[in-house]
């Protein structure tokens, strides 16, 4: 960040009085521009024992497997946006579920939160982020076609609550790991 959203001026970071961390603050208007990260909202849409994944129309991971998901909008709910995006990505609509998992990426500054969903019919195609979309059934998904570890280790969690019978809400971590 260089300018001020406000009036324009450069910004400088420095931590504001009062505060604990470095902020962007305007040298001008004293505006402090926070940064907070951002939430993916999606879910994990199913009908009998399959579920319903998008081959990505766009970057990153073009071409890559995916639940349908994106990042939240304003005046929206995590529920709201999940429903929506998968809407956008998938033209399906579904019935909403519970929160499933809620994954931190905190080297990229995101969140991840899945809700269960069901399919309310067999009427899906693709959006405009999505090359195609298919139902998988549970033994036949492209594990090495996933597109990002959230979506994998929410897959993962998915098979392991569904061989049990029971689905719980599951929160973890993804942290980057740096090579020697």
Not at 13 to 29: A, F, K, L, S, T
Not at 118 to 146: K, V
Request: hydrophobic share 35%.
């Amino acid at each position: 960040m260089k300018y001020c959203s406000t009036c324009g001026d450069h910004v400088e970071q420095r931590i504001p009085q009062g505060d604990n961390r470095y902020r962007y603050v305007c040298v001008n208007c004293e505006t402090i521009h926070y940064q907070n990260p951002r939430i993916v909202a999606g879910t994990v849409p199913v009908m009998d024992d399959q579920v319903l994944l998008c081959r990505r129309a766009i970057e990153p991971r073009y071409g890559f497997w995916t639940l349908p998901a994106g990042f939240m909008e304003n005046s929206e709910t995590t529920l709201e946006a999940a429903a929506r995006e998968t809407l956008e990505e998938a033209l399906a609509t579904v019935t909403m579920g519970d929160l499933y998992t809620v994954i931190h990426v905190p080297h990229i500054d995101q969140v991840h939160m899945f809700y269960r969903a069901t399919l309310t019919s067999e009427d899906f195609g693709a959006g405009e982020e999505s090359l195609e979309t298919r139902l998988f059934a549970l033994s036949d998904i492209p594990w090495d076609e996933l597109s990002f570890p959230t979506v994998r280790r929410t897959l993962e969690l998915f098979l392991e609550d569904h061989s049990k019978g029971r689905y719980t809400v599951h929160v973890e971590d993804i942290r980057y790991q740096m090579r020697k």
